[in-house]
């Protein structure tokens, strides 16, 4: 069982072949695919973690679709001074299928 933990936006995702994983927003080159910073990887019994040698480790990934996220609402209230303020945010995604690891 092959399988790496990579850097994905400000977290950090287990990924195997044929995961999908939505993550922040990510450019994708020109065919639609990316390559994820790998932190640890686990081949079998095997675990390495070291960066020189996950340098050398490739995790690529195709890019499915761009989405965004569900809406939350943020709001502030100061009583008695007639204070309240509302804003909405709608994050950008991007979800990711991981095509190897190599």
Not at 11 to 25: A, F, L, N, Y
Not at 43 to 70: F, M, Q
Not at 86 to 94: F, K, M, N, P
């Amino acid at each position: 069982m092959v399988y790496a933990v990579v850097r994905a936006g400000g977290r950090q995702e287990k990924v195997e072949v044929g995961t999908i994983v939505t993550m922040d927003r990510i450019k994708a080159d020109k065919d639609g695919n990316v390559e994820l910073a790998a932190v640890l990887l686990v081949d079998g019994d095997k675990i390495t973690s070291d960066s020189t040698s996950l340098a050398k480790i490739k995790v690529t990934a195709e890019v499915l679709n761009d989405l965004r996220g569900p809406k939350i609402v943020i709001q502030k209230f100061k009583n008695k001074t007639g204070y309240k303020k509302r804003q909405g945010h709608r994050q950008e995604l991007t979800r990711v299928q991981v095509t190897g690891i190599v």
